[in-house]
């Protein structure tokens, strides 16, 4: 079976799991830095890793928004959209 993915609501990328996954992934390559050798780990440079995580989290979304805007936008026009092919078993 082939199924199109015509249009994506930014209400559904927002509320899903998707903003949590990205900030875990931020966090975790901000935390990477304790393990150098030069870092002073104390509560304002705890802090700081996780303000710039959640600061790549929210440039990240803004730039999946954008994207998902120019998508939809593209499938309005009449460009086909994503296509995917579902086999049963």
Do not use: W
Not at 50 to 79: D, E, H, K, P, S
Request: net charge positive; glycine share 6%.
């Amino acid at each position: 079976m082939k199924v199109e993915i015509k249009k994506v609501g930014i209400s559904s990328l927002l509320f899903s799991v998707f903003p949590l996954a990205v900030f875990v992934v931020m966090l975790f390559t901000a935390f990477m830095e304790v393990f150098s050798p030069d870092a002073t780990v104390n509560l304002t440079y705890v802090m700081s890793l996780i303000m710039r995580a959640i600061q790549g989290t929210l440039l990240f979304l803004v730039g999946a928004i954008f994207f998902l805007l120019a998508y939809n936008l593209l499938c309005a026009i009449g460009i086909r959209g994503v296509q995917v092919h579902l086999e049963d078993k």
